[in-house]
C-alpha cells in the first residue's frame, strides 16, 4: 500500500514517540508498503530505506517543541493540518496512519478525500490535557469526545499498550485494535563512548526525560531516605533538558546529596546498553499516566533489577515476577530500593526472570509479526471495503 505517515512531533529526536515512529516506519517500508511521511520542521535529517520525508515549515520564532501539549505543538498542527490536506489531495495513498492528535486530520481527509487512516495512539491526550494543566479538564472533556470521534471513523488502532487498547475499546468495541508495544532499545548497538561513571559504591540508575510526571521529585525524596542506611550508595540520572536538569541539580544539593546524586544529561540511545551495564538497580518512579513508559521494555532487557511504582502505566507490563513493584511514595519506594541493595540475589533473580520475559513477549520480532499481521488483516479488508 501507498501510506500516508503523519508524525506530529519533532523527526528524529532521541525520545519515545520518535524513536517508535522511526521503527513504525522502517517496518512499514520492510514490509514493502510505500511510506511518505511528514513531521514536524525541528530535529536532525535521517534516512531510512523506502521511506520519503516531509517536514512543515511554520514560523522561525516556533523553536523547542517539548514532549506533550504545549503551545509550540498548537502552532506546529496549524501548519501541519495543510501541508497534509495538500499531500492527501495528490490522490496518490491508499491509507493514512495517524499518531496522536494527527488521527483528528486524518478524520477530516477521510471526509474530504475517501482516505481511511489508522489512529496511532501513543498515549490519551485528553487525559495528558488534564494531568498537565488541571485548569484545562473542560478542554480535556471535549477533546475526550473528539478522541472518541477518531476512534469511531478509523479503519483501526494501534495501541502502545493495555489501558490504550480500553481507551479505544471504551470509544466503539467494534473498531479492531492491534495492541503494539515498545520494543527494547540495546539492539541500537553504537560504538560504545569512553565515558565511565567511575562511581564506588553501588548504582541506582534513572534514564529519561525530567517531566513532573516522571516522579524525579519522589525518586530524589526516596534516594534521600535510602542513602541514611546505605550513604555508599549513588543515584545516577541520564536525560532531561539543560533547564530540567539544573533545576533537580540544585535540588539535590539543596537535599544534602551533592556528591552521591549526578545528573548527565541525556545520552544517544545508541550508548543506553552502556550505561545500563554500569548500574546496579534500575528505577521507573512515574506518577502519573497509562501507557507504558518505553525505557521499561529497555530496563527488562538489560539484566538488571527493576524497581517501579505499582500503578497502571507499569503494572500492565510488570509483576511481582520480573520487578519489584512499590507504592507512589518516598517511604515505599526507599524500601524497595534499600531491599535490593540489602540482597542483590533477589535482584539477579529479578533480572534473569525479566530477560526471559522480554525475549517470549516485547522482542523486536513480536512487534514485526503483530504489525505485519494487523496490516495484513487490513489491507484484505479494505480490499472488500470493511474494516480488518
Request: net charge negative; hydrophobic share 40%; glycine share 8%.
Amino acid at each position: 500500500m501507498k501510506i500516508l505517515l503523519l508524525a506530529p512531533h519533532p523527526f528524529f529526536q532521541e525520545r519515545g514517540t520518535p524513536i517508535a515512529v522511526r521503527l513504525l516506519a522502517s517496518e512499514l517500508a520492510e514490509q514493502g508498503h510505500a511510506v511518505e511521511m511528514l513531521c514536524y520542521h525541528e530535529g536532525i535529517e535521517v534516512e531510512i530505506p523506502g521511506v520519503t520525508i516531509h517536514r512543515i515549515t511554520p514560523p522561525s520564532w516556533v523553536r523547542g517543541v517539548p514532549p506533550g501539549p504545549s503551545w509550540q505543538k498548537i502552532v506546529c498542527d496549524l501548519y501541519m493540518w495543510p501541508a497534509a490536506k495538500r499531500l492527501a489531495a495528490e490522490g496518490r495513498f491508499d491509507l493514512v496512519h495517524a499518531v496522536e492528535e494527527a488521527a483528528f486530520m486524518a478524520r477530516r481527509l477521510k471526509k474530504l478525500y475517501g482516505l481511511p487512516y489508522i489512529y496511532d495512539m501513543d498515549s490519551c491526550m485528553s487525559a495528558q490535557i488534564a494531568d498537565k494543566f488541571p485548569i484545562a479538564k473542560p478542554l480535556a472533556r471535549m477533546w475526550e469526545r473528539w478522541e472518541a470521534g477518531a476512534v469511531q471513523e478509523s479503519a483501526g488502532v494501534v495501541a502502545v499498550c493495555q489501558s490504550l487498547v480500553e481507551v479505544a475499546q471504551g470509544h466503539d468495541a467494534r473498531v479492531p485494535v492491534c495492541r503494539l508495544e515498545d520494543v527494547s532499545l540495546l539492539e541500537q548497538l553504537g560504538e560504545p563512548p569512553e565515558e565511565r561513571l567511575g562511581l564506588d559504591g553501588p548504582v541506582i540508575m534513572y534514564v529519561g526525560n525530567l517531566e513532573s510526571y516522571q516522579g524525579i521529585d519522589l525518586l530524589l525524596e526516596a534516594f534521600a531516605l535510602a542513602a541514611v542506611k546505605h550513604p555508599e550508595a549513588h543515584l545516577v540520572v541520564i536525560g532531561g533538558s539543560d533547564k530540567d536538569v539544573a533545576k533537580y541539580r540544585g535540588q539535590a544539593q539543596a537535599m544534602g546529596l551533592e556528591g552521591t546524586a549526578h545528573f548527565l544529561g541525556p545520552r544517544p540511545p545508541a550508548h543506553l546498553a552502556h550505561y545500563l551495564d554500569q548500574a546496579d538497580i534500575l528505577v521507573s518512579p512515574r506518577i502519573q499516566g497509562e501507557n507504558t513508559p518505553m525505557k521499561i521494555y529497555s530496563y527488562l532487557d538489560s539484566g538488571r533489577p527493576l524497581v517501579a511504582t505499582r500503578l497502571a502505566t507499569h503494572t500492565q507490563v510488570l509483576d511481582d515476577g520480573i520487578s519489584l513493584l512499590v507504592e507512589p511514595n518516598a517511604g515505599d519506594l526507599a524500601r524497595g530500593l534499600g531491599e535490593l541493595l540489602d540482597h542483590p540475589e533477589q535482584g539477579r533473580a529479578l533480572a534473569a526472570a525479566a530477560q526471559e520475559r522480554m525475549a517470549s513477549h516485547y522482542s523486536l520480532e513480536a512487534y514485526r509479526r503483530k504489525l505485519h499481521g494487523f496490516y495484513e488483516s487490513l489491507e484484505s479488508a479494505l480490499e472488500r471495503g470493511g474494516r480488518p
